[in-house]
């Protein structure tokens, strides 16, 4: 996937639509490919070559993304960790990958000073959302860095993502994800749906995971926006269907099941929605039926790993 093309072709054709929407502020497509731009023109001028790894602690929001896309965009590897970790799960997956930057929100028992202590690697800290001192800011960075696209072409057989497993059956494995598959998704969505720029999709699943990540690589490659949750709410998710006008989402079977529990469930319009899919655990057919009643319209999907 050549996501520095992806970002210029979506700008052109759809320069204003919504790329991405989070509490209620929209980031346009020219938005998220200059954004993305300027943070790879930041890493490179910062000493981050092709094949260095870029670790990512976040929440959802805008500058997850823009952290993927940039580091993408400047030819290294993404190694996005889940913003419920512990330092010690930190530490031990980033020493392991031997990221060399790390973008990141502060967060309490989070020490940035043991993180530098115990990540031998890691050279360069860059802050989220505050004015920071002792470390680099990332919105510092993005004012002023380029806006242009960096000379820098990863290879298809080049790594794009080290992803992290659970660690149900051991120490947390790194699985490594290239280039090239980050174009499988997409493809794979392109074959049994009709993704197009007018679909408005609804994630509440983190971006540090795959499940989570589908969602941005289609917003690239279709063009189509993405209205993204800090965390999965289930009454603000339903809310937000009729609020944007939802047509598509992908969640694991107990986010349905927390939806049939609420007792405004049955009271929220969901006939914008044209298709939604069921993955990463087995589900309950009559749970799953019991919601479809509320949408009969849209295509109801199994994904499977």
């Known amino acids: 996937?050549?996501?520095a093309k992806l970002l210029e072709k979506q700008a052109q054709a759809h320069p204003g639509n919504p790329a991405i929407i989070f509490k209620d502020r929209a980031v346009s497509f020219l938005?998220?490919?200059?954004?993305?731009?300027?943070?790879?023109?930041?890493?490179?001028?910062l000493g981050v070559q092709k094949g260095d790894k870029v670790g990512v602690y976040l929440p959802n929001c805008p500058e997850y993304a823009i952290s993927y896309?940039?580091?993408?965009?400047s030819g290294a590897t993404c190694v996005p960790l889940d913003f419920m970790l512990t330092e010690e799960e930190l530490v031990s997956c980033f020493s392991h990958a031997q990221i060399k930057a790390l973008i990141l929100k502060r967060k309490s028992g989070i020490s940035?000073?043991?993180?530098?202590d115990k990540i031998p690697s890691l050279k360069l800290v860059i802050v989220c959302q505050e004015e920071a001192i002792d470390t680099l800011n990332f919105e510092g960075l993005l004012q002023q860095a380029q806006d242009t696209a960096p000379a820098v072409k990863p290879g298809d057989k080049d790594y794009a993502i080290i992803f992290y497993t659970s660690g149900t059956t051991g120490r947390p494995k790194g699985v490594l994800v290239s280039y090239l598959q980050l174009g499988a998704p997409p493809k794979a969505m392109d074959f049994f749906v009709d993704l197009t720029?007018?679909?408005?999709v609804l994630c509440?699943?983190?971006?540090s995971h795959l499940g989570g990540?589908?969602?941005?690589?289609?917003?690239?490659?279709?063009?189509?926006?993405v209205v993204l949750m800090e965390r999965f709410i289930p009454l603000e998710f339903l809310r937000n269907i009729p609020k944007y006008k939802v047509t598509c989402f992908w969640i694991v079977p107990s986010m349905?099941?927390?939806?049939l529990q609420l007792k405004e469930f049955e009271s929220f319009d969901l006939s914008s929605l044209r298709w939604m899919v069921t993955f990463g655990a087995s589900n309950s057919p009559d749970a799953l039926r019991r919601f479809h009643q509320f949408c009969p319209k849209a295509h109801l999907l199994n994904g499977w790993a």
């Open 1 to 3: 996937m050549d996501v």
């Open 31 to 45: 938005e998220l490919k200059t954004l993305s731009f300027k943070l790879a023109q930041s890493l490179l001028a």
């Open 69 to 73: 896309l940039g580091t993408w965009c």
């Open 112 to 116: 940035l000073e043991t993180l530098r």
């Open 197 to 200: 720029e007018k679909d408005t």
């Open 204 to 207: 509440a699943v983190p971006l």
């Open 213 to 225: 990540l589908i969602y941005l690589q289609n917003c690239i490659a279709f063009g189509l926006s």
């Open 256 to 259: 349905y099941y927390a939806f």
